[in-house]
């Protein structure tokens, strides 16, 4: 059982998404349980200010230290009892390495920023690591903190139904996946790859391998400096590395 304790000025954005789907399942059953925290509910004054003008001037506005130190002690502790993750473009870039070492440990908190961002010293004193999911600017963490549940949640064990299912997504090998075909065998004239209809399982592995090298060669070149090749798959790159760049997507 994962724990994951999210704190935020917005919990409502999280009620549809921890409801449905592979999340809401692995909710239901225990997988994972998931509180969520308004960080509102800590600030003491009348009106429950949560933020305030940037020392030195500047537009926007600093979410302030006293509410979110309040509000995560109050629910794990002093010191925290577990890891404080933030999420802010700022942080490091979120992979699926980082989801996988994620999915493996007893929980983690994920604190969502916003305005023009949090007082620093919520940063040095109370996170324990900075994550982004990409390089653009979110108005909050609140979406980045549903996608980092979301990835984590569908590797625990038994998540997805089918062991294999995760171990199989692009990234997950270092490369994209192969292209994927169902029922029926033509539509609108267009048909699918023989191999997959010829019960050759042999031939049918070492096509999807080859698909899944090919696309990661088109579409991202750079994941392919880490992926694990074989000394025939590395001679297969370099010869389409020497050909003309051609028509195939
Ligand atoms: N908050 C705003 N933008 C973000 C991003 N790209 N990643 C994580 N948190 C964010």
């Given amino acids: 059982m994962l724990t994951i304790e999210i704190f ?4 409502n954005l999280f009620e549809a998404p921890l409801r449905e789907s592979i999340l809401g399942r692995a909710v239901a059953h225990g997988l994972l349980t998931v509180g969520v925290h308004n960080i509102r509910d800590a600030a003491t004054d009348r009106h429950q200010v949560t933020d305030d003008a940037p020392y030195g001037g ?41 989801a996988w070492a994620l999915a493996e440990t007893p929980g983690f908190a994920l604190l ?13 004193h109370l ?33 997805l139904g089918n062991e294999e299912g995760a171990r199989d997504d692009s990234h997950s090998s270092g490369l994209l996946e192969y292209p994927h075909y169902t029922r029926p065998p033509e539509f609108r004239g267009w048909g699918v790859p023989d191999v997959l209809l010829s019960g050759n399982h042999a031939q049918l592995r070492q096509w999807r391998r080859e698909q899944s090298l090919r696309r990661t060669f088109l579409r991202r070149p750079d994941l392919l400096a880490k992926a694990e090749l074989s000394d025939e798959e590395k001679r297969l790159i370099a010869r389409w590395k020497s050909q003309e760049p051609g028509a195939e997507k």
């Fill in 8 to 11: 935020t000025l917005f919990p």
């Fill in 58 to 98: 500047g537009g926007g506005m600093v979410m302030k230290p006293e509410p979110i130190f309040a509000e995560v002690e109050t629910v794990l502790g002093s010191p925290p009892a577990l890891p404080v993750i933030l999420l802010t473009p700022q942080g490091t870039p979120f992979t699926q390495e980082k």
């Fill in 112 to 124: 969502c920023g916003r305005y023009e961002g949090v007082d620093e010293r919520v940063r040095e």
């Fill in 127 to 159: 996170a324990s690591e900075e994550l982004s999911i990409g390089d653009y600017v979110l108005s909050g963490g609140e979406l980045a903190a549903l996608v980092v549940v979301e990835a984590v949640a569908r590797l625990l064990p038994g998540a």
